[in-house]
């Protein structure tokens, strides 16, 4: 994969999607924050159709500890994990009053100290809600990644910094976003939609799929 290639496919993506944001629904970086944590092995659907009526009656550090490790799980209850998410949003929420006035800290080394919160989630938040060029490499840019050559790594910090790396600099702020977009929708996992794809004549993927 050629610099030219790279600046072809971003180039194309940005054209295809041409507001490549997040589907996660939230009004705020707390609710962000706290939608990106509960989307751990969840899907968007599932977290928003929680955070909906979740948010609705709780959406401060101050009212989700008010709700209790409990009330939250009520709310939560539909999602994988929701357990362990519930008790660490608990604690996250702690925090954010005890060390940060309650709001969310923009340094990658205060959102990692925050209890549910790894690097892919803390890269969200830097280049979601804070604007920074941040690439949070989940399993749909793992894959697209890989597949197309863009950035091929056996794990997912390698495949992050080679992103970061070799992305154009005119499309690193949009770049997580645009790849996570085209995985979910177009390069998909079993069976990628090659015949609709905007970047098929620059990918490098051997076994392309025309059905």
Do not use: W
């Amino acid at each position: 994969m050629n610099k030219q290639k790279r600046y072809s496919i971003f180039e194309k993506l940005s054209i295809a999607i041409p507001e490549p944001t997040t589907e996660l629904n939230y009004n705020s970086t707390f609710e962000l924050l706290l939608a990106v944590v509960l989307s751990a092995q969840a899907t968007d659907k599932s977290v928003n159709k929680a955070t909906d009526k979740l948010f609705a009656v709780a959406n401060t550090p101050q009212a989700i500890i008010a709700l209790g490790e409990d009330g939250l799980k009520d709310y939560i209850k539909t999602i994988g994990l929701f357990n362990s998410k519930a008790k660490n949003i608990i604690l996250l929420c702690q925090r954010l009053l005890d060390e940060h006035d309650g709001q969310v800290p923009s340094s990658r080394e205060a959102l990692e100290a925050l209890a549910g919160v790894g690097r892919k989630t803390a890269n969200v938040i830097l280049n979601t809600a804070f604007g920074q060029p941040a690439i949070a490499v989940d399993t749909h840019i793992f894959r697209v990644s890989n597949r197309t050559k863009l950035a091929p790594g056996k794990t997912v910090l390698e495949v992050e910094k080679k992103l970061t790396r070799l992305t154009p600099a005119e499309f690193l702020q949009n770049a997580h976003h645009l790849l996570i977009l085209h995985g979910r929708y177009t390069c998909i996992a079993r069976k990628p939609r090659c015949g609709s794809c905007v970047i098929e004549d620059v990918c490098e993927f051997k076994d392309k799929q025309y059905e």
